[in-house]
Structures are given as C-alpha cells and as structure tokens.
C-alpha cells in the first residue's frame, strides 16, 4: 500500500515562498496522476493544482496560477508543490494525493484519489 507524507509547510509573511513535498513510497509517482489540494478552516478541501500521469500536462486553479508550480522528482519519488508569493488567503493544510492508473488525464475532484498525505499546515501572514 503506498505511503505519502507531505513535508515543508510553515508559517511565512505574505509575499514569502514555500516548497512543499510528498514523499511515496511502494509505489512510482511516475505511474500516478498526482495533485496538490488545499483545506482552510471551516472549509471543503480544494483542488490546487494537478498533474497527469507522464508529466506532460498540469493545471492549476484560478486563485493560485501564476504563482504556484507542481513537479516531479521521478529519482528520488517525490511530489513538489512550489508556493510563491503566498498571500494570507492560502493558509490552509495542503494535501498531496495520487491515482494510480494508465491513463493520461487531470484529475480535480477529490473522489478521484484513492491515495492521501496527512497534510502539511501553510500559515501566510499579512
């Protein structure tokens, strides 16, 4: 059964930047749909960005393009989530999800993972 763990969320000033990662285990990223959500408090969990199975297409959300960017690590099985000028309106815990499969698609609802980090906590203050 895969593992992810993401990593790398903090408390930052507004305009600040973060990186977060989730790292997998058992199983190859490389083989996976991959996306990044986000939960606030009081609110539903988010699709954030997202990334298909080869890597060759991602997408992100309205309220974080331009700013954000999603990789792969293939080496090493990790998940990136690049956060640039973080705005307090991202505070959230962001969660790292896969969906294993042979499929080529963008998956943005979060039924469409069968696979979830713990969540790691953004803090972004004004």
């Known amino acids: 059964q895969i593992r992810l763990v993401e990593s790398g969320g903090g408390l930052v000033q507004a305009g600040g930047s973060l990186s977060l990662s989730c790292v997998a285990s058992?199983?190859?990223?490389?083989?996976?749909?991959t996306a990044w959500f986000r939960q606030a408090g009081g609110q539903g969990r988010e699709f954030v960005a997202g990334m298909n199975r080869p890597g060759s297409s991602t997408d992100y959300s309205d309220s974080v393009k331009g700013r954000f960017a999603i990789s792969r690590d293939s080496t090493k099985n990790i998940l990136f989530l690049q956060l640039n000028d973080l705005k307090p309106e991202d505070t959230a815990v962001y969660f790292c999800?896969?969906?294993?499969?042979?499929?080529?698609?963008?998956?943005?609802?979060?039924?469409?993972?069968?696979?979830w980090g713990q969540g790691t906590q953004v803090t972004v203050s004004s």
């Open positions: 058992e199983n190859s990223l490389s083989t996976a749909a």
């Open positions: 999800a896969a969906r294993f499969g042979f499929l080529k698609d963008i998956y943005y609802k979060t039924n469409d993972y069968p696979y």
